[in-house]
């Protein structure tokens, strides 16, 4: 499958953006998708996951209550909604697909798929 992200951009901090990411093939409701984050000079991290089965969501402590993972099997879509934006959140975000995996999803290595990346800039 390929992942393609989208939505990044430039944003005063309070403000909100969401990501999409658009997946190719037919078999995307068979996928956990998960949204990740790297900022300069840091480590990729976790940031919400959303699994196939039932669309139980995940979320990192960072983010619970900001952000929305949603999915739209129809159109092969998964999307980060984020509000209440903080510089702290200025990362590349990545989103990540993972077939009918069972393991933790907030670990990167459980995802078969990655998607391009995409800039989000929150000024203060």
């Known amino acids: 499958v390929q992942l393609q992200a989208s939505g990044g951009g430039l944003v005063q901090a309070g403000g909100s953006l969401r990501l999409s990411c658009a997946a190719s093939?037919?078999?995307?409701?068979?996928?956990?998708m998960g949204w990740f984050r790297q900022a300069p000079g840091k480590e990729r991290e976790f940031v919400a996951a959303?699994?196939?089965?039932?669309?139980?969501?995940y979320y990192a402590d960072s983010v619970k209550g900001r952000f929305t993972i949603s999915r739209d099997n129809a159109k092969n879509t998964v999307y980060l909604q984020m509000n209440s934006l903080k510089p702290e959140d200025t990362a590349v975000y990545y989103c990540?697909?993972?077939?009918?995996?069972?393991?933790?999803?907030?670990?990167?290595?459980?995802?078969?798929?990655w998607g391009q990346g995409t800039l989000v800039t929150v000024s203060s």
């Open positions: 990540a697909a993972d077939y009918r995996g069972l393991g933790p999803l907030h670990l990167p290595y459980e995802y078969d798929y």
């Open positions: 093939g037919r078999t995307f409701r068979s996928y956990n």
């Open positions: 959303i699994t196939w089965s039932d669309g139980h969501t």
